[in-house]
């Protein structure tokens, strides 16, 4: 946006106003800055209404994953292929070791479902 300007022909220079000109251009100037602030109000109220926006996506987005959660696949698998599933993760090069990093135990740490399961097969263990 190219705004005009009086004092076109000083700006970008080194010409220095006389008190008089200083008085015109502060006069001047209270238009512009008042138009400014006029502009930084909307951009404002624009920005807390993305905000409203961006929060009220944020919470739909969470709504339909925890929903959609519900309908995942894993939920329906028997607790025999899940056990078998388990099995498959325990190490095979050395029995396996307490640790929150790595099954049994991590297994017990996924979610409420599996932890029980994980907690009453003794062959996990």
């Known amino acids: 946006m190219s705004l005009s300007s009086p004092f076109d022909q000083w700006l970008g220079t ?7 000109e200083v008085s015109r251009i502060t006069i001047y ?8 602030a006029a502009l930084d109000d909307e951009v404002n ?12 996506q944020a919470r739909l987005k969470r709504h339909i994953e925890a929903h959609e959660a519900l309908t995942h696949p894993i939920r329906r698998l028997p607790n025999e292929l899940l056990v078998k599933t388990f099995h498959h ?9 307490m640790s929150n990093t790595s099954a049994p135990l991590l ?14 097969t003794p062959t996990l263990w």
Not at 89 to 97: A, F, G
């Open 14 to 20: 080194n010409y220095t106003p006389s008190t008089a």
């Open 29 to 36: 100037l209270e238009e512009p800055r008042s138009e400014l």
């Open 45 to 56: 109220e624009a920005l807390r209404a993305l905000n409203n926006l961006l929060a009220k």
């Open 89 to 97: 993760c325990l190490p095979t090069s050395h029995h396996p070791v």
């Open 107 to 120: 297994l017990t740490r996924v979610c409420h479902p599996w932890r029980e399961l994980a907690l009453s």
